[in-house]
């Protein structure tokens, strides 16, 4: 069967592919057109020969092997997914069952009751957070005020007492301190 394609396709592409440049070319068009013509009939007669009955004859048998072999994974597959359909309808009738059972409930309200408790406790951690913060806004404006204070006690002579940085030094610290205490006991 391949032989007789090539063959049959060497004739059309003798014909599409020669005959234009050969009429480009000033070359008769009618001498191209007879050797195509010429091939074509040479495809035909190799296909009334023996050699050429048995090339299609063995090209027919080889298209029935693939039509076969496609039916036959065809139906395999078919079986396959059937099967997997079966295995996960048994799943899921296994799940519902497990689900009705005593067993199932217990597990599905035990499920239920953590998730309130999680619930529960993001809220408080939440709370506690906002705690936190509003502690530190209030140090922070305390520790403002009292830098505002230190600035207008700043002689106009020199710079500022040494001792009076050191207390607002100390709040940030003791704030950042509270701060990072209750974020670190969340974890």
């Known amino acids: 069967m391949k032989r007789v394609i090539y063959l049959v396709m060497a004739a059309l592409v003798a014909m599409v592919v020669i005959v234009p440049p050969a009429a480009a070319q000033g070359e008769n068009v009618q001498q191209a057109l ?24 063995q ?8 039509r076969d072999n496609l039916q036959q994974q065809g139906e395999q597959a078919r ?31 035990q499920a239920q009751a953590s998730l309130q408790e999680a619930r529960a406790n993001v809220q408080q951690a939440v709370q506690q957070v906002q705690k936190a913060r509003e502690g530190a806004q209030e ?23 040494v001792a009076s940085i050191f207390l607002p030094a100390a709040a940030l610290l003791v704030g950042s301190g509270v701060l990072m205490y209750a974020v670190l006991r969340r974890r």
């Open 139 to 161: 140090k922070m404006q305390e520790v403002t005020s009292k830098v505002e204070q230190t600035m207008e006690q700043i002689p106009k002579s020199g710079g500022p007492p």
């Open 59 to 66: 090209a027919q048998e080889r298209v029935q092997e693939a």
């Open 34 to 57: 007879d050797r195509a013509q010429e091939r074509v009939q040479a495809a035909k007669d190799y296909m009334q020969t023996p050699e050429g009955q048995a090339a299609l004859d």
């Open 79 to 109: 079986e396959n997914a059937q099967q997997a359909l079966d295995r996960a309808q048994e799943r899921v009738e296994a799940a519902k069952d497990y689900m009705q059972s005593p067993e199932g409930q217990a597990a599905l309200d």
